[in-house]
């Protein structure tokens, strides 16, 4: 009995045991069949998953899931799949091929939709000619080209023979790259696939809208039945070894994009091209064939980055075997022994490329093509076609901007502006330098209005091409933007001294009034309210500038020092140059100094030009006539623009536009300066006023305004004027000085001695002086004894009294050296040197410098003779009377050395007189 609670113990803990094996049983039973059912239900889930995403008959060729088909657990899933797909299937049938047809047609109209090609069916060729500037959308123009590129047609699996096939494209050019993919049995078929493509694209455009690009890492004769299109290099193959260059190439192209053409906000060249109505750039699709490996690691980045940013400069990528990771839009299609499936499509529709093209169609079709881009590219366009509709409509304040020329019937446009502010223009003679700079000047003043843009034309040469913008005698129009015009001015460097002179005047003053209203730039300049100034931006253009530093002088390196300057920072005050010749390098002053030309950023090539673009770029010794470089990135080879320039010269419309604009703006014509011609004494006496003080006129200053060479005789010692040398403009400057004396002292006493020649010449230009001459006139065997009792007034007025004024005006003094004898020559003598100052004044001309020199010995000094000019007689002879070793002259015609001690530090030249016939010349600057 003892031992019957343990054995109770051991019962009830045997059946509590029980118990919880039953219930542990229980439960694990319940688990593994929850575990069953989920393991049932996600093998139903995945199937059905694969089933919907690779097909029904995709998934039964899989050996793998063929046995499912058959299961009692799955073949209800892929029964219910197979219905669904069968009800997708009959409503697709119904419309959904015809929808496709109808998208694709919308998206890729012509001869990109269809399986015909334009240039190889009955479409007929892009036009050539015609009067629209713009292209015909339907082939291809800004507006309207296709979207979408067929490559094939699609069929849904299963889908039966009912109409369920529809075309196949893929997007490109600015929407997306290509990828094609292939295996080494395939790679034929790849091949095809991106020639007919291409030959769909070329259909589309007119000849030159698009290039293409071929590169092949195995051969150098890819696509060999399109080759006819290198001809034109509409299509260019690349080395197989040089791909670094083509990247580079394109590398370059892209920034040249973002620098021209989208600097002013655009997102794209098409959204470029969308605002200016034409597009600026061709579109260049680039095939680049691998063999299934991937490039070096330098190589893989830079395509890349090209593959980012080539859509939007017009660079599409199409790319056979050449695997690549891009952050960019990219279509694929891929090409295996047994299907073709495309990322547009998806993997559950078969796609049918379409067949090869016939190699013989392709050349025939190439030849086509090529052939109408060659007449495309001889088509003469002429210089109205550059010209905007709306005349005098643009605004200069953040630039100039123009046509100057085009390409491949595109629009070559030249800018000048705070990037670019000046422009170096090179080529030999014949070239078509003076055709361009006619053109760009008439294109600019179609756009701007005169308060817009102010032009200074300058040539050096012998021409006259800018003196069309000038009234003449046939045509009394002018163009209102020219505000200083210089024709034959190949012996007159000092004008072109003068030009750089005042631009860098007026670019000072700019820069004062812009510090003193807290702004930098001309734009900030233009924009302050209420400017009493318009302050216009300024074109200075130079022909044949090199003429202005041919020598080695001071006058060069005045030139240089001031060109300098304005160079460096006229810019930001709106000031431009535009400098043209055949050589830029001899030009010896220029030596290092290489800064100057560095601010020659837009450099022009015209045919054969040799040192104006960058070293190693050389394009423009190949170009054809009527063409030129044009370059805004200092020469540099990937900024090259080719433009063919049309013909500015007679029966243009450059005429027009100026009858335009003088009809429009009208305004003061333009100052002349003429340097063949003289101006007559006349024009340069009209320029004094009897209000004047005592002057007398020598001649014309070299300058911008045309300033008459005045000396001032007051009561002064040494205002005296002398005149040296045999030439016969002597005559003439003395009678320029004996007229203007007359006007600005009318009351004087004049005294003529013509001792040589003409007796009649300057008493009459005293005459012509004043109504009422105090004239006596003295001969040559009178002349001592004049001379004498002239002599005994001056020291009379010295003692006290009169101070009258008297003017000893004398025609060749030196002939009355053998009769002066002593009293005569010491008479001479204190009349030079105590005359001036009591209002005794001598005005004589001397045939030879020593002479005079002699006379101011002893009792007088070349001081006392404080003006002359100097005519035909060397630089040598004239150094003593500027108190100079050296002076640099020789004799030019129709130019004296004009010095005044009270007005020059170093003489300057100036024209000289000329028969009264001659006006108007570069003295009357209108």
């Not at 899931?65 to 409503?91: H, I, K, Q, T």
């Not at 030249?414 to 000046?422: A, F, T, V």
């Not at 010749?581 to 022009?604: C, K, N, T, Y």
Request: proline share 7%; glycine share 10%.
């Amino acid at each position: 009995m003892a031992g019957l609670p343990g054995a109770r113990r051991r019962e009830r803990v045997a059946a509590a045991f029980d118990a919880f094996h039953a219930a542990t049983a229980r439960v694990l039973g319940a688990a593994g069949g929850l575990r069953d059912e989920a393991v049932h239900r996600q093998a139903v889930a995945m199937f059905e998953l694969w089933l919907r995403r690779e097909g029904v008959d995709g998934a039964a060729r899989d050996p793998g899931l063929g046995p499912a088909f058959g299961s009692r657990l799955l073949g209800p899933v892929a029964a219910r799949a197979e219905a669904d797909r069968s009800a997708a299937l009959a409503e697709w049938a119904t419309d959904g091929p015809g929808r496709l047809r109808d998208l694709l047609a919308e998206a890729a109209p012509g001869a990109a939709g269809d399986p015909g090609l334009g240039w190889m069916g009955d479409v007929p060729l892009p036009p050539v000619g015609g009067e629209s500037r713009g292209d015909d959308p339907a082939r291809g123009g800004i507006e309207g080209f296709p979207r979408l590129w067929r490559i094939g047609a699609g069929r849904v699996e299963g889908g039966g023979d009912d109409g369920g096939e529809f075309p196949v494209a893929v997007p490109l050019l600015d929407e997306a790259h290509l990828r094609v993919d292939t295996t080494p049995n395939t790679r034929a078929d790849g091949e095809a696939l991106v020639e007919r493509l291409l030959m769909r694209l070329l259909s589309a455009f007119r000849p030159g809208v698009l290039r293409v690009d071929v590169w092949d890492g195995s051969q150098y004769s890819m696509f060999p039945a399109m080759h006819p299109l290198s001809r034109t290099d509409l299509l260019v193959a690349h080395d197989p070894n040089r791909l670094d260059d083509l990247l580079e190439e394109l590398s370059a192209r892209i920034r040249r994009v973002h620098q021209q053409v989208l600097i002013e906000g655009y997102t794209s060249v098409s959204a470029h091209a969308a605002a200016k109505g034409q597009r600026s750039e061709p579109w260049v699709v680039v095939v680049l064939a691998g063999h299934r490996s991937a490039l070096p690691d330098e190589q893989q980045r830079q395509l890349q980055r090209i593959a980012r940013s080539g859509l939007a400069c017009g660079i599409v990528l199409v790319l056979l075997d050449l695997p690549i990771t891009v952050a960019a839009p990219v279509e694929s299609v891929r090409l295996t022994e047994t299907d073709v499936r495309c990322s547009m499509t998806g993997p559950a529709v078969e796609v049918a490329p379409d067949p090869p093209l016939d190699r013989a169609a392709v050349t025939a079709a190439c030849t086509t093509i090529v052939s109408a881009h060659e007449r495309w590219r001889a088509l003469v366009r002429r210089f109205d076609d550059l010209l905007p509709a709306e005349r005098g409509e643009g605004d200069s304040a953040p630039g100039l901007q123009t046509e100057i020329g085009f390409n491949d019937g595109t629009v070559v446009e030249l800018r000048l502006d705070d990037s670019s502010p000046h422009a170096l223009i090179g080529g030999p003679s014949g070239s078509g330098k003076t055709n361009l700079l006619l053109g760009m000047i008439a294109s600019l003043a179609a756009r701007y209005r005169p308060d817009q843009l102010a032009f200074y034309l300058l040539d050096f040469k012998e021409g006259v091409s800018f003196a069309q913008f000038a009234p003449g005698r046939r045509d009394q129009t002018w163009l209102p933007h020219a505000r200083l015009i210089g024709i034959n001015v190949n012996t007159d460097r000092e004008f072109g001294l003068a030009l750089l002179q005042f631009l860098a005047d007026e670019m000072r003053t700019r820069s004062e009034v812009a510090k003193a209203n807290e702004v930098t730039k001309l734009q900030e300049l233009r924009g302050l309210p209420d400017h009493e100034r318009q302050w216009p931006r300024i074109v200075a253009v130079i022909d044949e500038f090199q003429y202005l530093f041919a020598e080695n002088d001071a006058l060069a390196k005045r030139a240089t020092n001031l060109l300098e300057d304005v160079a460096r920072r006229g810019r930001s005050q709106g000031i431009h140059l535009v400098f043209a010749s055949q050589d830029v390098s001899g030009i010896e002053a220029f030596w290092g100094r290489p800064a100057i030309f560095e601010q020659f950023v837009l450099r022009i090539a015209l045919p054969r030009a040799r040192r104006v673009l960058a070293q190693l770029n050389e394009v423009a010794l190949t170009l054809p006539k009527w063409h030129a470089v044009i370059n805004h990135e200092s020469g540099i080879r990937h900024a090259n623009e080719i433009a063919r320039i049309p013909d500015a010269g007679a029966g243009s419309a450059v005429h027009q536009v100026q009858k335009e604009a003088h009809q429009r703006y009208a305004g003061e014509p333009p100052r002349l300066f003429d340097g063949a011609r003289s101006p007559s004494a006349a024009a340069l006496v009209a320029r004094v006023s009897p209000e004047d003080p005592v002057q007398a006129v020598l001649g014309q200053v070299i300058d911008i305004d045309g300033t008459a060479a005045r000396v001032r005789l007051p009561d002064a010692p040494g205002r005296n004027v002398a005149v040296l040398g045999s030439s016969e403009d002597a005559v003439r400057v003395l009678a320029a000085a004996a007229r203007s004396l007359a006007l600005t002292s009318p009351r004087a006493r004049f005294l003529v001695a013509p001792l040589v020649g003409d007796t009649e010449t300057v008493a009459a230009a005293v005459r012509q002086g004043t109504s009422d001459p105090d004239l006596v006139t003295v001969t040559l065997t009178g002349f001592r004894a004049a001379v004498e009792d002239l002599a005994e007034q001056v020291r009379g007025r010295a003692a006290g009294g009169d101070r009258s004024p008297v003017f000893l005006l004398v025609q060749g003094a030196d002939a009355a050296d053998p009769l002066l004898e002593r009293s005569g020559t010491d008479a001479l003598r204190t009349v030079v040197r105590f005359g001036p100052e009591v209002g005794v004044h001598v005005v004589g001309w001397w045939r030879s410098p020593m002479r005079l020199k002699q006379l101011l010995t002893l009792s007088a000094s070349p001081d006392d003779v404080g003006a002359w000019i100097g005519l035909d007689v060397q630089g040598a002879e004239l150094a003593p009377f500027a108190s100079m070793t050296a002076v640099a002259w020789s004799p030019r015609a129709g130019r004296g050395l004009f010095f005044d001690r009270a007005q020059h530090a170093r003489p300057e030249v100036v024209l000289v007189p000329g028969p009264d016939e001659a006006a108007p010349g570069p003295g009357e600057m209108s």
